[in-house]
């Protein structure tokens, strides 16, 4: 199999192939998100805070799964790209091994947790009762999803975007289509409100795993899974850690900062938590597609970083960056003139869909400057430099957001969690850009 085509194409062609196809993920996965949570908006707005409640935890068990992904991702194309192939297929092998393990961790431990968890948020019985009965279904799925995430990119890192687009649309699209038939009911379906939601969510991320399974059996790849790559390799585990933890901690730090701003904001108005869960569900549709042309980068940064192709890092980075800036640009326009429309979509109750809307222009200041930390932060995953990376996602989710929401919170109300999020995406990108270039230069 010829890969390497990822050192020898013109840069700009290369990455919109490889991006492209990712980006159509994105907003698909993205357009999965909001219409999943428009059919929960129309059980009850109830129904919207128990999901924005259940939120963090379901964004770390994700989280654990797309963050050692990028540490499987990463490995498979160094090797790839310094031309051992057969330490690729060790490297996938012990990354899907050990994602299965972490979905059967993530099922227990997340299932346990999640009564003592709501509880610390609201003292409505019912609201507790909603986010059990969701969480509990779509955690039973976390090993599924698991391994469908560690095929996803394992596919990535040999530059097979386009499976990994097919594969994802064809899941969103069952999941979108499930949507009603469970929730409120068809035919000899039964309305399961709340826990059809949850369960058009697994079954959706079970047909996904089929499709990869099937493509895998069915087509030639650089690398395969393998028994003879189950051997103990101590140092190879480390080194997946050693990547994967930061880019698991540095899709996990959302959660912390939500759980933060829920406290913060419960302290107003319960509509306030509702709003934070709306924006989040609609920066999915902003940042998404960002994030798949940062996912398109990363294989190849990596490889031609391992081919020692530094030149071609170079402007691969800056390409991205620049195409991320003018997405970002796009969702800043958007957000300034239809910001009530959009929250509208989520809630009827117009004091919400006129705080929301307020909220939604002050935040979006902020969307064009994040793309220095978002690139940056990719970037440094793709070169296996986990550590830089995590500590430009500790500024952006903990060092400054968290201290400027609770100062500003104190002086301006609700108003001031808001403001805090565009301060932070400035204050980062000033640490961001520093921090890759020097990482960067170091060969």
């Not at 998404?288 to 691969?316: C, D, F, S, T, W």
């Not at 805090?420 to 230069?441: K, Q």
Request: net charge positive.
């Amino acid at each position: 199999m010829n890969d390497t085509f990822m050192k020898e194409r013109p840069v700009l062609p290369l990455l919109l192939s490889m991006a492209l196809p990712n980006v159509i993920s994105m907003l698909v996965n993205s357009l999965y998100n909001i219409v999943d949570s428009l059919f929960v908006a129309q059980i009850s707005e109830d129904a919207m805070t128990a999901l924005s409640l259940v939120y963090p935890i379901q964004n770390f068990a994700n989280a654990i799964a797309i963050g050692f992904g990028i540490g499987i991702n990463a490995m498979i194309a160094l090797y790839l790209g310094a031309g051992d192939r057969k330490k690729a297929e060790i490297a996938a092998t012990h990354g899907m091994v050990l994602s299965l393990l972490h979905g059967v961790v993530i099922t227990v431990v997340s299932i346990a947790v999640m009564p003592g968890f709501l509880r610390r948020f609201t003292t409505d019985e019912s609201l507790v009762a909603s986010g059990i009965t969701y969480s509990t279904i779509v955690f039973l799925f976390a090993t599924i999803n698991m391994a469908a995430l560690a095929f996803e990119k394992m596919f990535q890192a040999v530059g097979r975007m386009k499976v990994t687009m097919v594969t994802l649309v064809f899941g969103c699209v069952c999941n979108i289509l499930l949507d009603p038939v469970l929730i409120f009911g068809l035919g000899p379906v039964p309305a399961m409100g709340i826990a059809g939601a949850a369960l058009a969510t697994g079954i959706g991320q079970l047909l996904s795993l089929c499709v990869y399974l099937f493509v895998y059996l069915r087509t030639e790849l650089p690398v395969r899974l393998s028994r003879s790559g189950l051997h103990p390799d101590v140092a190879l585990d480390g080194k997946l850690y050693a990547i994967g933890v930061p880019a698991i901690l540095n899709l996990a730090l959302p959660s912390l900062l939500v759980t933060f701003l829920n406290s913060l904001l419960a302290g107003f108005s319960q509509s306030y938590v509702v709003i934070l869960g709306i924006y989040y569900k609609l920066q999915t549709f902003l940042y998404l597609p960002a994030n798949g042309i940062v996912q398109g980068m990363r294989p190849l940064i990596g490889y031609n970083y391992g081919a020692r192709e530094h030149a071609r890092v170079k402007k691969l980075y800056e390409l991205t960056l620049f195409m991320s800036i003018a997405i970002m640009a796009l969702g800043t326009v958007i957000c300034l003139l239809a910001s009530g429309q959009l929250i509208g979509l989520f809630t009827s109750n117009p004091d919400t869909i006129a705080a929301g809307a307020k909220a939604l222009r002050i935040i979006c200041i902020g969307f064009v400057v994040s793309a220095v930390s978002t690139t940056s932060s990719g970037a440094l995953e793709g070169l296996g430099k986990g550590v830089p990376s995590l500590v430009i996602s500790l500024c952006r989710y903990v060092v400054f957001i968290m201290p400027l929401a609770a100062v500003l919170c104190g002086r301006l109300g609700p108003d001031g969690v808001w403001h805090a999020f565009w301060i932070t995406e400035v204050l980062t990108a000033l640490v961001a850009y520093p921090v890759y270039h020097r990482a960067a230069a170091r060969h």
